[in-house]
């Protein structure tokens, strides 16, 4: 029985990669220093999966800053601005395209499917030319085998590379990608053949966009490709890797039936239906199935008795010598290696598996189907599942009750949002297109220096609620001068919108070295929701009261939303299937978070009522992350965002007419979801829109109404530059061309964390004189 995973953190687990490429970046190393990291950390992980028995070993799977772009350079496909002539890739023209440089701007970033992963969105066109120009495959092939190891090496396969380019610019809209299948397939046969060559007996080609709904002609460009590179496949072992969810039916039995592909990988974690399309139609004899049990999005351990139940059952489908136990898909989604978690304790710790723990469980589970189970290890196992379903710490009856109690009912503010709005108005006073920010303000060294020392008891809590308030009181003033009408109060308290709350709710855990690449050379820390969530004290109301009595103008109170808090944590996967099995049908990532959803909902229900009750008259909730939560598939975006917004409804649907609810969120392209946001129900959205061509303004054009208050972000904060105020007046005039003058309000784009002061005053203080200009012309 064989072992395999899908592909492997490149980080390190103390994130010695990101040092490296950033002090490679800063000039203050040498390409070489980053090269002998790079290739440590390979050669660490290569050993650790051969000493853990693992049988199919990946490679290439490591990257300088994202394994789409590595493909980009292997196929030669630079976009012209970057003046690259030709021969191999390097570092300066790999990392301009990755990062811009002093004259070129980068490559655009987009995520990688439902993850918090972010990949360099290919530029292709008719004109592109492809050529082999990256030796990076084959490079990393032959460096494991100098090192004894034997690995599969990983491609992005060509069609998941094309369906997830764009169209260059300058390129119309509407060319077909895939149209470019026959000139990169030549590239792809010449690094076939150089694997060969090196002794490659087998290859895995990524291709996870056939877990999407992919339409005939897409589906046939799957065909046609591996069918043309079969002669070059011909005496290797092609393993095709699916994975995020499960594989539709239609595309599972065009990826059966290619000859060339030997072996199909599939996530059976998001991809549960997967195991009945396997038993209900079939599977080829004589080829492979990659079976993904171990879940490679998540901390938790496996329940490794589950896992061998379902691999027994595919083996009697497969056959013995078939079946390979292997992760969801690459592990490079969930944290590194959980020696280095000194602080969890030893409870929590026994119920979690990070990469370097899953590549062991991994093994022990194809170990266990050969008929050597380690008695003792799953016994331990089976031990600490126990454990986690047993756990006080991890029921909240109360809680659970409450939550159940919500499904099936509304929650609806009782008046509709144009009186609320009315209501409001008489109360706040405020003038025609109201300005506002988004919330934080900047973040400086020393208010960083104040909440480290702070969190290691190196300054009182006196002293720190001291450092704190001359920092809100410094944003109060600032925005008084800037006379902005609806302040914040710049959030300096906070390292992360959603690490702040999970602190002080009861359910979630944080590791020290959790992290998870978002993209390049930035990593996340998601938080761990392990148990039932609770509120059991009030979490932003001191400060915000404070922030409050320091000026006779309305402060917005601040709180991320449920689905925000959900969608950028690990979330727990052990509510009882019973009590959800009417939802079966669907995903399991699906019904394992709603419920969490709603407990966050509750929590946060009662911070809005606290926050109201000290005489907080706008109370804002981000909602940062609802969009990027939407399903995979189409036919699970109304379950999804049903009970997202519904989250969204329960912390708010309890307030007065007059107590105004804001929400905030970031991404352009909310035109598929609009009547999601709608239904949401708060009385002022703020929400990015200037860096893209007010694409959501064309949804007013068309004609869709909108009657609360709505603020579309009207400079880019990503960005340094400072916007005129003929620019944003210009910006503000095309806003009002769709949207009524009384529900329009007028703020950035985003929250002003990552920028400095000296950006942020002069961006604002265009922005007011934007609006008092377009004010006195209405
Ligand atoms: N209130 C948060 C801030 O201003 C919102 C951040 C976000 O939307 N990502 O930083
Ligand atoms: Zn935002």
Not at 50 to 56: P, Q, S
Request: glycine letters at 6%; aromatic letters at 10%; hydrophobic letters at 40%.
């Amino acid at each position: 029985m064989a072992s395999h995973i899908v592909g492997y953190p490149r980080m390190g687990p103390k994130r010695e990669l990101k040092f490296a490429l950033e002090s490679f970046w800063d000039g203050k190393s040498s390409a070489e220093d980053l090269e002998k990291v790079a290739t440590d950390l390979r050669a660490s992980i290569w050993k650790q999966m051969a000493d853990a028995g693992i049988k199919y070993i990946p490679s290439n799977t490591f990257s300088y800053y994202d394994q789409v772009l590595d493909t980009t350079a292997m196929l030669g496909a630079v976009p012209e601005r970057y003046s690259w002539t030709g021969g191999e890739i390097g570092f300066s023209t790999y990392f301009s395209m990755a990062r811009g440089n002093a004259t070129v701007p980068a490559m655009e970033m987009t995520k990688w499917f439902d993850t918090n992963y972010h990949f360099i969105v290919p530029e292709l066109g008719p004109n592109t030319k492809f050529s082999y120009s990256s030796h990076k495959a084959v490079n990393e092939y032959k460096e494991a085998k100098a090192l004894g190891v034997d690995t599969v090496p990983v491609l992005i396969g060509p069609v998941s590379y094309l369906l997830l380019s764009k169209p260059a610019k300058g390129v119309e809209k509407s060319f077909a990608l895939l149209s470019l299948l026959s000139s990169i397939l030549p590239v792809y046969k010449e690094v076939i053949a150089e694997l060969k060559a090196a002794g490659a007996t087998w290859i895995q080609f990524d291709e996870p966009t056939l877990v999407l709904d992919l339409d005939s002609h897409q589906l046939a460009a799957f065909s046609a490709a591996y069918t043309e590179l079969e002669s070059a496949l011909s005496g290797l072992n092609v393993l095709v890797e699916t994975y995020f969810a499960d594989i539709p039916a239609e595309s599972y039995k065009t990826l059966t039936s290619l000859n060339s592909v030997t072996a199909y990988g599939f996530d059976l974690i998001r991809g549960a239906k997967t195991l009945d399309l396997v038993k209900s139609a079939g599977f080829p004899s004589g080829k492979y199935l990659f079976a993904g049990v171990v879940d490679g999005r998540n901390i938790w351990a496996d329940d490794l008795a589950a896992s061998l139940t379902t691999l027994e059952s595919l083996e009697a489908i497969v056959g013995k010598d078939k079946l390979v136990v292997s992760t969801s898909c690459s592990l490079m989604h969930t944290a590194v290696d959980l020696v280095n978690e000194t602080k969890l304790d030893s409870e929590i710790k026994s119920w979690l598996a990070f990469a370097a723990q899953k590549v062991v469980e991994v093994n022990a589970l194809a170990k266990a189907l050969a008929g050597q189970k380690d008695e003792a290890y799953f016994g331990a196992n089976a031990a600490a599942q126990a454990s986690r379903r047993s756990s006080p710490r991890v029921t909240n009856e109360e809680v659970q009750k409450a939550a159940a109690a919500l499904r099936g009912s509304d929650h609806r503010r009782a008046t509709n949002v144009s009186s609320r709005l009315d209501a409001q108005q008489k109360k706040l006073n405020l003038p025609v297109l109201p300005t506002t920010t988004i919330g934080s303000f900047p973040q400086t060294v020393e208010l960083r220096r104040v909440r480290r020392e702070y969190k290691a008891k190196k300054i009182s809590e006196e002293e720190y609620v001291s450092a704190i308030k001359e920092e809100i009181s410094k944003v109060v003033k600032i925005q008084e001068e800037l006379d902005i009408d609806v302040l914040v109060h710049g959030e300096p308290e906070r390292n992360d919108m959603v690490e702040y709350f999970g602190e002080q709710l009861s359910g979630f855990a944080f590791t020290a070295n959790g992290w998870v690449q978002s993209y390049g050379s930035r990593c996340v820390k998601p938080p761990i929701i392990y148990g039932d969530v609770s509120r059991p004290n009030p979490m932003t109301v001191f400060w915000s009261k404070m922030a409050q009595s320091m000026t006779s103008r309305p402060m917005k109170g601040m709180l991320t939303g449920p689905v925000t808090i959900l969608n950028w944590s690990f979330v727990r996967n052990d509510q009882p299937r019973l009590r959800l099995s009417f939802l079966l049908r669907l995903t399991f990532s699906h019904w394992l978070r709603f419920e969490t959803c709603y407990q966050i909902a509750l929590a946060i229900k009662k911070e809005v009522e606290d926050l109201e009750a000290g005489g907080i008259q706008v109370i804002q909730i981000d909602e940062a992350a609802l969009r990027e939560g939407l399903p995979l598939r189409k036919a699970e975006h109304a379950f999804y965002l049903d009970w997202a917004v519904h989250s969204f409804r329960i912390t708010n649907c309890g307030v007065q007419d007059t107590t105004q609810i804001h929400t905030h969120m970031c991404y352009s392209n909310f035109n598929d979801i609009i009547h999601s946001i709608i239904n949401m129900d708060a009385d002022v959205i703020t929400i990015e829109n200037s860096r893209s061509d007010e694409k959501l303004l064309s949804v007013f054009r068309e004609g869709v109404k909108y009657g609360a208050g709505i603020g579309p972000g009207v400079y880019d904060i990503h960005s340094p530059r400072i916007p005129s105020t003929e620019e944003i007046a210009d910006r503000i005039n095309k806003m009002l061309a769709v949207l009524d003058t009384n529900i329009l309000w007028v703020n950035p784009d985003c929250g002003l964390k990552t920028r400095k002061y000296t950006e942020v005053k002069p961006a604002l203080t265009n922005m007011v004189s934007a609006t008092k200009l377009i004010r006195t012309q209405l």
